[in-house]
């Protein structure tokens, strides 16, 4: 297990490092008014790093081996499977259906067949992670992708 935690820590550390990385690419140093857009992403990629870097030491010298149901059964992989096939389809439908439906079919597909949920409770938080964060969105003045119907 140690040697996956190495793995996976190691990632994160270069993923730190690229965030940090492409946070000087854009302004550091704001206004008058405060900082700029690439403070927060900076110290954030520092975070990162650091906090890798510590559990990376904390891991070294650590033989440990993997649990028995580390993999997941093939119920686990076909759900794995159906959530990145979901999301592939967001990725496609999103300019087409637009926001509101394609997150309104998304949502009503996670609850409804990965979650299992009832119906009354599908319906209702769908009808609010879809129409109701566009409307939020709209008010906001964040332009959303509208399809072919406009929503």
Same mark, same amino acid.
């Given at each position: 297990? /140690?040697? $996956?935690? !190495? %793995?996976?820590?190691?990632?994160?550390? *270069?993923?730190? &490092?690229?965030?940090?990385?492409?946070? #000087?690419?854009?302004?550091?140093?704001?206004?008058?008014?405060?900082?700029?857009?690439?403070?927060?992403?900076?110290?954030?990629?520092?975070?990162?790093?650091?906090?890798?870097?510590?559990?990376?030491?904390?891991?070294?010298?650590?033989?440990?081996?993997?649990?028995?149901?580390?993999?997941?059964?093939? /119920?686990? $992989?076909? !759900? %794995?499977?159906?959530?990145?096939?979901? *999301?592939?389809? &967001?990725?496609?439908?999103?300019?087409? #259906?637009?926001?509101?439906?394609?997150?309104?079919?998304?949502?009503?597909?996670?609850?409804?067949?990965?979650?299992?949920?009832?119906?009354?409770?599908?319906?209702?938080?769908?009808?609010?992670?879809?129409?109701?964060?566009?409307?939020?969105?709209?008010?906001?003045?964040?332009?959303?992708?509208?399809?072919?119907?406009?929503?």
């Amino acid at each position: 297990m /140690a040697t $996956v935690d !190495r %793995i996976s820590w190691s990632f994160l550390l *270069l993923f730190g &490092v690229f965030v940090i990385y492409e946070s #000087l690419q854009i302004n550091y140093y704001g206004s008058d008014f405060g900082p700029g857009p690439g403070f927060f992403s900076f110290w954030l990629g520092v975070l990162v790093v650091v906090l890798s870097t510590i559990e990376i030491g904390r891991t070294r010298g650590k033989r440990v081996p993997l649990p028995a149901d580390f993999f997941p059964p093939k /119920a686990g $992989v076909a !759900r %794995i499977a159906c959530l990145l096939g979901a *999301l592939m389809a &967001v990725v496609l439908l999103l300019t087409r #259906l637009g926001y509101s439906l394609t997150m309104f079919l998304f949502c009503g597909f996670l609850l409804r067949v990965l979650g299992k949920q009832p119906w009354w409770l599908t319906v209702v938080l769908t009808l609010a992670g879809s129409f109701g964060t566009a409307y939020i969105f709209r008010q906001l003045q964040v332009i959303l992708p509208g399809g072919w119907l406009g929503m």
